[in-house]
């Protein structure tokens, strides 16, 4: 076999079931299923076992540590060439492993699909609207700089094969015990500079969800601060910051004052302003600014965001 499909496990009870049927029904069949168990106390582990004569599965059993956890505990117990992650409540369409493997040859360290977005509730306008990979044609990667990558390409695991002796050479791990992991994930594997092909098709389902990780309120919203410090201070260790210092500001711009001050909006509406300027103080006293050029290439919606939080930065110092 030359694929190992990650699936961490935590009380997916109603979703397990659908993710393992698309795998039933896949037409490339040479792969293993290998599914983390992180502790789960539902009917996870029932269900998984009802597929084991429908597909090569192992199951590993760990305490509740979270999904970075189960990610690395999978990606230290493959032994296939390539891995590809698929979350529990997520599922893949028929010919979804056949393309990621038409996708990756010899030279190829990472593989790329686009996917879709499926909201099992009514979504806000900006949810529904908001697209992070708008603008990014998968399939005229060479088009991109090295650099730009790490600004144009979406964050989470999903949706891509990884070359796993890559992953292993370079020591690429997720970051435990933190939420917004997939953005460490990513955004070191870029910066060693992985050789990558892509493909347009949008094969894999990603299902939104009330109790989504990124939807529920939850003080692990604060994570992003120390995701951002680690990834800074890994681009420092490998002498980075320079050559990265536009995509790092940027990544600060768009996953603080961005989405972390919309999260904390949506969490504690009346506490805007004085979130506001939490985020703005961070950034700020970690030397970004607003002339930044990706910043400066958005769209009119983000380059007017961006004024208002230069005027109001203005008033906080």
Not at 115 to 125: A, L
Not at 162 to 190: A, C, H, P, Q, W
Not at 198 to 216: C, E, G, Q, R, V
Request: proline share 2%; net charge neutral.
């Amino acid at each position: 076999m030359k694929l190992t499909v990650i699936i961490p496990v935590f009380n997916a009870e109603h979703y397990i079931g659908r993710c393992l049927e698309s795998l039933t029904k896949q037409t490339f069949q040479g792969f293993e299923v290998l599914c983390i168990n992180d502790g789960s106390n539902d009917l996870s582990m029932d269900i998984i076992k009802n597929y084991e004569s429908k597909l090569f599965i192992r199951v590993i059993h760990q305490k509740n540590s979270g999904q970075a956890r189960a990610r690395n505990i999978g990606v230290i117990n493959s032994s296939t060439e390539y891995i590809t992650f698929i979350d529990a409540d997520d599922d893949v369409e028929t010919n979804y492993i056949e393309c990621l493997m038409n996708i990756v040859n010899e030279e190829v360290d990472l593989g790329m699909l686009s996917y879709r977005r499926v909201f099992e509730y009514k979504p806000t306008f900006l949810e529904k609207n908001f697209e992070y990979m708008t603008g990014l044609d998968l399939e005229q990667m060479e088009a991109y700089s090295d650099n730009s990558l790490l600004v144009k390409i979406f964050n989470a695991p999903y949706s891509k094969i990884y070359r796993r002796s890559f992953l292993i050479k370079n020591n690429i791990f997720f970051s435990e015990g933190l939420i917004y992991e997939d953005m460490y994930f990513t955004t070191v594997l870029l910066m060693n500079n992985p050789i990558i092909k892509a493909s347009n098709k949008a094969l894999y389902n990603y299902y939104i969800h009330k109790n989504s990780t990124m939807t529920k309120k939850s003080i692990k919203i604060m994570d992003i601060f120390l995701i951002v410090d680690a990834i800074y201070q890994y681009a420092e260790e490998k002498n980075l910051i320079k050559k990265y210092w536009d995509e790092l500001e940027y990544l600060a711009f768009y996953h603080i004052l961005i989405g972390t001050i919309y999260r904390m909006f949506k969490n504690e509406p009346i506490k805007i302003f004085r979130n506001a300027k939490y985020c703005l103080k961070w950034y700020l006293k970690k030397g970004f600014t607003f002339n930044n050029k990706y910043i400066l290439e958005s769209n009119c919606a983000i380059k007017l965001y961006m004024y208002v939080l230069k005027i109001y930065s203005l008033f906080i110092q």
